[in-house]
């Protein structure tokens, strides 16, 4: 189930929020009574909720915001089962003074603030000892592998159970909880709102991650990378995965570290498939035990899909990607690459995969970089040529790529490349997608040359992904309209 928390200062506000969840994909509305000003008025909210209810009235022990005593505190909660409330949530030091009902469900609750105490299983054995139809717990997440343990205590569990990692490394818990047994996952009614560290919104749970028809079958992918919040790769992936009916789910891991993520989370869960993003495209050549030759002469990998019999397959989509979108446009315009001067600014990773890509198509490739040694050195160990980032303007190029991040968002006012050196007849590619008309690309058109933006490149490279993973054809429209581009 997917439940809404509210937390009202008034029985007005009460009123107010109770009817905005109830047109939100939730199945069960959460009242933090902890949160009122007032006494909250119960029987009004019991007859306007349109949905199940929860009654919570938290401690200031376990988080929560209640200023009355014990016995308030147990009063206001004895008042929910005694109305029927189908859900009642309390902690260890009022569920003793509780008078249960079969009317209502009552639910021991936990929680740790700080980390995933060592003693877990104790603690979880403890709470179902505690009378109580089900146990909720809540712990705080300070790596990804403790949603692991979160999905290892609710199967130890004697009773029913409900188990959160919380905070930002505790999201996979929320995804996948309910497929690991957890009753109930809980999700916010707007960004902004939630009641608790990490929490997603109710929608993003039901509609992007489909929570409620994940199973433990279904195959687990995602994003990893520091950072990883500006990616639209959950969105799109997901969206591809829903449209394609494949029983799979794509979540987003900023992990620090590549290897401790490996070994400690996505091995042990059983992740099939992996995009990887700044700075761990290296180290995840280095993890794959199968590399394609691309990947390999790239020295770099971007998609990780799981083998068989254990072990990673290595693959580089962000090159193909962008070859595909350059041959197209060329193609369609009647230019043919092979055998001219192509300048590649930048002397990153993806310089040096366009690079290597053009290479292939037989181009001439010249790189020119603000930091001009580091051009050179590409350059030598690849056999291409340099230019000085003063000069580019002063040579025929058909082709110039913007392999930097100058004229991505918030900088959009600069351009690699000078609006005097376009000519009529050359091609102009961006490697940035955001925004999509970059000075870069605007220039090159007022010019006449033919520029091609970086969302053909990003969306090819998801698609590529896609396809790798599951064999199918990507629904490439679907992942288009997803990513929000027109
Ligand atoms: P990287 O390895 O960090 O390299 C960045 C390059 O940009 C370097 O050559 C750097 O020059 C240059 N640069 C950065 N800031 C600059 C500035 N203010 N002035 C001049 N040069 C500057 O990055 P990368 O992974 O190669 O990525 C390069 C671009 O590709 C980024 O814009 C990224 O968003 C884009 N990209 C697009 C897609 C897609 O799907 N469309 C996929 C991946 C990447 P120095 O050597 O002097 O530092």
Redesign the pocket.
Known sequence: MICIPISPASNDQAAELLALAATEPADLIEIRMDCFDERPDLPRLLALAQKPLLATCRSKAEGGKFNGDIQDRTSLLQEAIDLGFPYVDAEADCLPGLRRSSESVTIASWHDFTSVPADLDEKIKNLCDLPGDWVKFAVMATSHADNLRVFDAIGKASKPAIGIAMGEFGETSRILGPSRGSRITFGSLRQGEESAPGQLTARELADLYRVKSLTRDTAVYGLVGDPVGHSMGHRIHNAAFAAAGVDAVYIRWRAPNFVDFMERFAVPLGVAGLSVT?PHKEAALRTAGMTSPLARDIGAANTLTSLPHGGWRGDNT?AA?AIDSISAAARGSGIVLTGKDVLVI??????RALGLGLDRLGCRVTLA???PE?ARSLALEMGWRTVEMADVANHEWMLVVN????G?HPNIS?S?FPADGWRAGMMAFD???CPRRTRFVREAEASGVIAID?TG??LG?AARQFELWTGRTAPRETMRLAAGLE
């Open positions: 700044i962000d990607a930048g002397a990153g990773g993806v310089a970089n603000r930091t580091r392999a930097t991040s100058v991505m600069a690699p490697t940035i997608y970086g490149m990003f490279q």
